[in-house]
């Protein structure tokens, strides 16, 4: 299935790789009946609210779940706005004028009519990333085309397409080929015979309605409606969903919670094909993200553990393999497999723990104290008594904030954590005292909002006050003039 873009960093949620600080913008997650939301070019939006010092700001909004970039997606739309008739319809216009100039079913009609052409004739435009039939040369005579067009290339798209660069929306960094090469013999050593890769922008034209379904990992929406829903269904409940593996490789700033929401949604769908001896076992995911996030993915996936394998990037300046130190990549795999079950290339200086019973990387040494190999990036890190943990290598313990940091940090400055009691081990979404935040915000709403009517009735009554004595003035002015006329 296919992401729509490549970013949601946008409206960036707390605890984002970018965020800082105390304030900033988190999404809000259903608590009760769903309400549905406004529609963008990207289906549903997501609900977000301004968080400051632990309080919301009066009103929620609707934005873009895809864009991080107004320009890329414009819309915004007030939790509590009300639109008339011909502003939803000029947004229903837009919606669809934004859509893929090909649906779903012309597009395999045109493969199905470009498989059948002779090898000589079958070419590739490569700057409109598009398959060209016979009746298209024309209109792309002055494009650099790619001609002689294999079936082993049509295969594997990711050749053919270049990478999309814009960061704020489509960036696409692709597994370079020893991360590609150690994940296709992993997937085949544990027995999975079927892959459900979520986000694979810009296949459409490569593949059949039931292999693709155009759809936004950030919103689970599905473009092509149901039709396109239930060829996922039948993907993952074929043979009671046996064989079948989920493999996500979300973008790095895409707020976990969606992405979680859509997961579960996903995982529930495949249960919907296990028979009742099935009930406890869990549909297989590999999720691709940075290593920084494990606390976020594993409130929301507490089976989900991480592999010490550095998945590395072709086309990233920073996630190459054989860099070392802090310069290697972050990317790690979260999954629910049992970690003694994979096997990472020793070749490549991975080793099995056998008190920890998984594979570690070469310097992830294990800590008596913490009784497991601690190491989230690689190098070796050092145990802190007083934290009593093991904490990076550059890290040192301050006493003023009695805990383990940089050494440059700022004591006093703005931390990471939850934006209601400030502990550093949850955010916001899934603080115990989210209930009691709730009802204070909406008491100061409250209080706000009658001070601000209050504000307006005395403007009101200033004014009129004013208009009045103005009018007194005025006759009075008058009275002495004709008096000195007089």
């Known amino acids: 299935m296919a992401a729509p873009g490549d970013g949601l960093e946008a409206v960036e949620a707390e605890g984002s790789a970018g965020l800082r600080g105390t304030s900033g913008i988190a999404v809000v997650l259903p608590s009760g009946p769903a ?7 990207h289906g549903p939006t997501l609900l977000f609210v301004k968080v400051t010092q632990g309080k919301e700001e009066t009103r929620r909004f609707y934005a873009c779940s895809a864009c991080r970039d107004r320009k890329d997606c414009n819309f915004f739309q007030w939790e509590d706005e009300k639109l008339s008739g011909a502003r939803l319809a000029a947004r229903e216009a837009h919606n669809r004028r934004c859509q893929p100039p090909l649906s779903r079913r012309q597009c395999v009609e045109r493969y199905l009519k470009f498989i059948k052409l002779p090898l000589t004739q079958r070419k590739f435009c490569q700057r409109c990333q598009q398959l060209l039939l016979p009746d298209d040369w024309g209109q792309h005579s002055e494009h650099q085309v790619l001609g002689d067009v294999s079936v082993t290339q049509l295969r594997k798209p990711s050749q053919l397409l270049y990478p999309l660069e814009n960061k ?20 085949s050593t544990l027995g999975f ?7 694979t922008p810009r296949y459409s034209q490569f593949y059949m309605e039931d292999s693709f379904c155009h759809y936004n990992m950030f919103n689970h929406h599905f473009f092509d409606g149901k039709t396109a829903l239930e060829v996922c269904r039948a993907f993952l409940q074929e043979d009671k969903g046996k064989g079948v593996i ?19 949604k996903l995982i529930a769908m495949w249960k919907e094909g296990q028979s009742q001896d099935d009930s406890d076992k869990e549909l297989p995911i590999f999720w691709i993200f940075p290593y920084f996030f494990e606390s976020r993915i594993c409130q929301f996936f507490p089976s989900f553990r991480m592999l010490d394998y550095q998945v590395d990037y072709d086309n990233h300046a920073l ?5 070392t130190g802090r310069k290697q990549s972050p990317v790690r795999i979260f999954t629910n497999i049992p970690l003694n079950k994979i096997i990472l290339p020793t070749e490549e200086g991975y080793r099995f723990c056998s008190l920890c019973q998984r594979y570690v990387s070469l310097e992830n040494q294990h800590c008596e104290h913490c009784n497991s190999c601690p190491s989230k990036d690689g190098r070796k890190w050092n145990h802190c008594f007083l934290c009593k943990k093991c904490v990076k290598p550059s890290w040192i313990h301050c006493s003023i904030c009695n805990h383990c940091a940089v050494p440059d940090h700022s004591c006093q400055g703005p931390k990471d954590g939850c934006f209601i ?28 909002q009658r001070k601000s009517n209050n504000m307006k009735m005395e403007t009101t009554k200033g004014q009129s006050m004013n208009h009045t004595s103005a009018t007194r003035r005025k006759k009075r002015r008058e009275r002495a003039h004709q008096y000195l006329c007089s």
């Open 193 to 199: 015979r079927r892959v459900l890769c979520v986000g």
């Open 246 to 264: 989920m493999v996500t490789d979300p973008p790095f700033g895409g707020l976990v919670e969606p992405l979680a929401i859509t997961f579960k």
């Open 168 to 187: 704020k929306t489509n960036a696409q960094y692709l597994f370079a080929d020893r991360s590609c090469q150690f994940l296709v013999d992993l997937l």
């Open 35 to 41: 309400v549905p939301a406004p529609l963008c070019p």
């Open 421 to 448: 009691c400030g502990e550093l081990d949850h955010k916001r979404s899934t603080c115990p005292n989210i209930a009691t935040s709730k009802r204070a915000n909406k008491a100061v709403r409250k209080q706000k």
């Open 319 to 323: 996630y190459k393999h054989g860099k």
